[in-house]
């Protein structure tokens, strides 16, 4: 945790900084906006900002989205400050903390920033194969690429890979490739000298020199753009980075690790990934599996939840009652552990007794859960999947799937990506037996359609 206090803080400096060390975190002190804005370009970056808020927050706020610079604040000042405190969560601040400051709370805001709550929960057998291949691969530097659905928690397992490696105490840098638009990924990755492109008001340092020595993640890499990839290659295979404007190449020092959630495979195949960039990057990979593929893991991270957000809301820890954990162990979580954690906190709110019932484990329309309607495709789907099941006698397998698949794309109307989500299967994995039903002759069903295509057609 990055800590860049600005100001004097009404003469409580020292105790604000001696409280944030002792939490863990690494200070730097700015005299002001500008000497703040100097440390943010030079390099040392942050991961908040703690302002006085007798500066002037709205103007530092529209300073640091000219440059695209993106750090939350918290502003700071003597407790009768009520009017500088509301002026500063509107010019942007996130929060608002009295002076002299609260240990307690001072800690609980870095703590939320830092997110140091996202641990890495597990009880599987099929997540513990890749917490042990994780830990196995840690202490090395060799690239590694995360993939899993999202929510699955690819970020926080990147997080335990950089905890258990020899650049633990070096810096973890995050980029969101899908979050920054194309034409200033490059900037953010590789940093610019002033005057490189309108608004380079002064030189500003890249996430590849602000993780040297440490971690850089490339949070859904797939997303970059291709003629970005072949830079990052240059950087990968070189150690060395080229600032946009730049004359001369910058040595760096970092271990990549890469996310994505799509089938980079397949990225390749579609030209929209460079394979050598994947082999550089997919040293080592760990697929995390869907939640709904890791079940004892759904109980475990419920009662993490569930004590999380008891303790956030000042609300008693209460056990999850029978009928409320069997729906969601069979829930299918598309969302994984992003959506179970929201429900958890919703079920937590909701519920009354002394133990969080079925009605409370409800949707974010309020719906309860084992009672979200199902879409007319679905129930189509259901009924067909009985409908083949009656008839399982003397047929083999094969027959069964072919069955199956046909009756769930006609009453999908030919949606094959809805189709292959109710089946559970993968789209090319559906698309591929459909190929082979039409090779054999079979009629298929047309892509919004009802009608059916026989195969001549």
Known sequence: MRLLIVGTLK???TAATKIAMDNGATVTHAEDIEQALKVLRGGKGADLLLV?????????????????????????????????AVAAIHAGAKEYIPLPPDPELIAAV????????????WRDEAMGKVIKLAQQIAGSD??????????????????????????AKRPFISVNCAAIPEHLLESELFGHEKGAFTGAVARRIGKFEEANGG????????????????????????????RVGGTRPVPVDI?????????????????????????????????????RDRPADIHELTQHFARKYADANGLPVRPLSMEARRVLTTNRWPGNVRELENTIHRAVLMADGDEIGVDAIITPDGERLDHAKTTAAVAHATLAAEQVTRALVGRTVADVERDLILETLKHCLGNRTHAANILGISIRTLRNKLNEYADGGLPI??????ELRSPAA
């Open 11 to 13: 003469g409580q400096l």
């Open 52 to 84: 006085d808020v007798t500066l002037d927050i709205r103007d530092m706020v529209m300073r640091l989205e000219a440059e695209h610079i993106h750090v939350p604040i918290v502003a700071c000042g003597i407790t009768n400050d009520a009017r500088a």
């Open 110 to 121: 870095l703590a939320a920033v830092a997110n140091d709550s996202r641990d890495l929960i």
């Open 142 to 167: 060799a690239s590694v690429m995360i993939t899993g659905e999202s929510g699955t928690g690819k970020e926080v397992l990147a997080r335990f890979v950089h905890n258990r490696s020899n650049r």
């Open 215 to 242: 971690t850089l993640l490339l949070d859904e890499i797939s997303e970059m753009d291709v003629r970005l990839q072949t830079k990052l290659l240059r950087a990968i295979q070189e150690r060395v980075i080229d």
């Open 255 to 291: 271990r990549i690790i890469a996310t994505s959630n799509r089938n980079l495979a397949e990225a390749v195949r579609e030209g929209t990934f460079r394979e050598d960039l994947l082999f550089r990057l997919n040293v080592v990979n760990l697929k995390i599996p869907a939640l």
């Open 445 to 450: 069903t047309p892509a919004g359609a009802g």
